[in-house]
Each structure stands twice: as C-alpha cells, then as structure tokens.
C-alpha cells in the first residue's frame, strides 16, 4: 500500500527576555538555515541537510511506500516572541499547500517545541489546534521536536506520535525526523500509541544540557534502551529562555497501553530527578576566565563560551564582556562571531588591508557593556556566504551578510564580524576567513553548546564564561514571572516566587 503523507516544518526557538521579534520577513530569509521553502522547494533545498524534515523524507524514499508532498518549511534565528502575522503565515500557507496536495493520509511536522508567539505561551500548541480544526482529529499527524522543547500537555493531545532530539548538540536532527516518520507509519498501519507525560520540578540551565557530560550521557542512553517496536520514551529539558508554565524538562513515553506508557514515563522522570545534583557546571567571569585559560596546559585552544551572549538562543551576539578581557591582557585571542552590520559596513567601504577608527560591539543596548572604541585592521573581507564544515551544519550555507576578519591595533585579538546573527558553532565561520581557531591559544565563541562538536575536539578545555547578555544562564538570577507552582529554578535552586 503506498501511503501519502504531507511534510512540513517551521521552527523557532523564543527567548521571552529578548527584546527583538520574529516576523514575516525573519521567516523569509536565510540565515544559518535556509530561506522560506515551499512545494518541492522543501525538498529539493533542504536534501542532505541535517535537518528532521529532511531526515522525514530521506526515510520516506528509502521506504519507497510513500507519496510525498512536501508543503512549507521555514525558520527564523531565536529571539523574542513570533508575531502574530508571522504565525498566521505559516498556518496559512500549510493549509493551502495541503488544499493544492489534495487528499493525504498524514501529516508529519518539523517543530521546536520552544515557540512563544504574541499571542500563544504555547506556539506549537497554538498551530496544532488550528491544524485539527481544519483537518479533523483523527488525520494522524507526527511530530518532532528539538531537545530545548517545553513540552505542553495540549501539544501532546493533539498530535498522534511526537519524537525528540536526543543530542546536544544536536547531531541527530535528521535521524529524529527519520524516527518519527517510522512511527507515523506504524499509527497509519493501525498501531496505537498510548501518550504518559511527566513534568520535572526544576529547571536545567543550558549549558549543563550537553549529552556529552554527565548527567545527560547517561539519561540519554537509558531512553535507547527503552525503545521497542510498540514504545518509546523520549525527554526535553526545556528552553529555560521562555518565561511560560511549561518551561522546563519533561518526559515522554508512548506505549500500546496506558499503564505501560505510565511505568516508563514514571521510570524516566525518576531517572531525571535523581540527577538533579548533577546539572552543575561552573560558569567564569570573563576576566578571570581569561586568565584561567591562560594558565591551562596541554595542546590546543581553550575554547571560552559566551553562553549568555548566544543568538542561536535569542542573544544579540554584540556584547564586549570577553572581548574586553581579551584585549586587557593582551591575549592571542579571537572572538566569533560578534554582530555589527554597521562595523562590517565601515569596514568594507574602507577596504581590505586598510586601517579605521570605529565603534565595535554593544549596539543592540541589550547589556551594560561599553562599545569597543579602537584602531582596527581590516584583514579579510567577505559575502558572508559560508558553507558550513562541521557535523552538526554540514551541507548547509550561513548566511551572515557583509563580514569582516579584523584586528584590534595593538593588540594579539582578531574579532569575525557579521551584519546578521549566527551563533559560533562551527569552525567554517573562522576558516573561511583564512583562520584555524584550533590555532589559535584563546577562542572565544558566542554559543552555549553546539560549538562543542566542531570545537572541542582538539581544544586543551572548555570555560563557560559568564558575561552580559539576553540569554539567562544563572537562572537564579533570572526575572521569571510565569513559571509553574514548585518550580525551582536550577537544580537545587530556590523554588519560583521565593527568595527572587
């Protein structure tokens, strides 16, 4: 029997303490992901990609019993809430591309699970319902979600099997598209699965989610040993970044009984709790950061994470903190990639090899840092048009419009510059403009974990700096005002609404 099945996707990850909004046009462009898809676009530009929905069809050719009918995928870089115009684009357009597709007999969707629009805390929920209302409720419809998502009960009710990310960072997004595309299958084929959901009552802050340290490994690799041919569990740990009810770590069992489903959820969740203590990992003031890492030994660089400062969690990517601190000491040292449309614009009118006074960083008054006022160098000149290199991005294109390799006069700091946000994951950002970061003693990277994969290997250590920036990472700290009853904020933290 040949099954025909519409694909789509439309990803954003919000950080409700960002000022800046996600609307049509952030969803339009390209930026480390492809521009707006539509149609065969879908699939053609998105082939090869480690992306779910293109994992989803890749899976649906090698089966060779599916009709695809690929109807929209799209994405902006995170920051504050989707608008409501946005929103309702990309609804509008999967309806209508489903109207053109004609009948089919399921949907698959490429989500986050973090999404926070103007008017919905629970955006991916928020879609679903409109997607029921006018599909009916017994099209079976699969989901996957990115291991940052905040797991809603309604989103869990309105679709029929949803799988997550078990990587971060996240090197098997086209396998969970993949996965779920096999137990969409197994629904069509007249397989039920039974939903448990269990919330955890804390927050696990970013930087500590990384599945390659303790206690993630070890969480991660227990929910492979619980997949079968009739259940599996998957687990989030949320995006600590949006500010709703749902935020936080949570798990996901699905069985062909209730009470199966409800042992493994309940066994997984007692799993995640245990672990609490574990979820710690030290962040450093920028300037003693620095100086730490001048005292490490062993080969390569040390790599120093400018968590706070991420745009691929909503950051602006234009704060000075480690820059500053580089610079005070003198460090050989260079810092990618840092956000300023207008240095990258006065940098490439002066010309390459040529030497300016400027203003450098700080402009999105988002933290309290000063702008760097300096001499700088023009070094290397650029499109921004970089093909990515590394496992996680790999086939895909960054998109950093005019961008600049300068140096600071005076000093042994070189700073890549770019006009659009993209977060530091991959060394192809500091490789296309003629630099090895592995070469480098200090590499500064604005990023909290996807620069890991690319990074870590090779480098002598890891320092995750604590510096300005929109993305919370010490969340005891942070400005919470609608997170649920009992939630602490941190592994062992203070509970919401006390001692804040």
Known sequence: ??????????????????????????????????????????????????LPIAGALAEAQVRGDILCHPLLWCAAEPSGPVTDDAFDMIGDIILAELEAAGPVDALYLDLHGAMVTQSFPDGEGALLERL????????????????????????????????????????????????????????????????????????????????????????????????????????????????????GPAVLAYANTPELASSLAESALARLCQAEPLFQTQLVDARSAVAKAQTMSGHGPVI?????????????????????????????????????????????????????????????????????????????????????????????????????LLHVVGTQVRVVVSSVRVQGLDRALFTHFGIEPLDIPLVGVKSTAHFRADFEPGARGVICVEASGVFPCRLDASRYRCLRPGMRMGPLGPIFGQNV
């Open 1 to 50: 029997m040949t099954w025909r099945i519409a694909f789509a996707g439309a990803q954003h990850e919000t950080n409700t303490f960002a000022p800046n909004l996600a609307g049509v046009q952030e969803f339009l462009m390209a930026d480390s992901w492809p521009r707006l898809l539509q149609g065969q676009e879908v699939a053609h530009e998105t082939h090869g990609m480690n």
């Open 132 to 247: 029921r209302a006018e599909l009916g409720p017994d099209l079976p419809i699969g989901v996957s979600l990115d291991l940052h998502a905040n797991l809603s009960a309604r989103l869990i009710e309105l679709a029929d099997c949803i799988t997550i990310y078990r990587t971060y960072p996240h090197l098997d997004m086209a396998a969970t598209g993949a996965r779920c595309l096999r137990r969409l299958v197994q629904v069509l084929e007249g397989e039920v699965f039974h939903p448990a959901f269990r919330q955890a009552p804390f927050l696990v802050p970013l930087h500590a989610q990384a599945t390659g340290m303790a206690p993630c490994d070890a969480l991660y690799r227990a929910l492979e040993d619980c997949d079968s041919v009739g259940s599996y569990v998957d687990m989030a740990l949320g995006f600590t970044a949006a500010d709703i009810a749902d935020c």
């Open 304 to 404: 120093l994470a400018d968590v706070q400062d991420n745009p691929g969690a909503g950051g602006a990517s234009d704060t000075t903190g480690l820059l500053h601190a580089f610079i005070e000491v003198n460090a050989e040292a260079i810092l990618g990639v840092l956000c300023d449309p207008e240095a990258a614009q006065q940098a490439h009118a002066a010309g390459l090899g040529q030497d300016l006074y400027m203003s450098l960083g700080a402009g999105s008054g988002t933290c309290d840092d000063p702008p760097l006022h300096a001499d700088f160098k023009v070094l290397q000149l650029s499109d921004g048009q970089v093909p990515y290199s590394g496992e996680m991005y790999g086939g895909g294109i960054a998109s950093l419009g005019p961008s600049a």
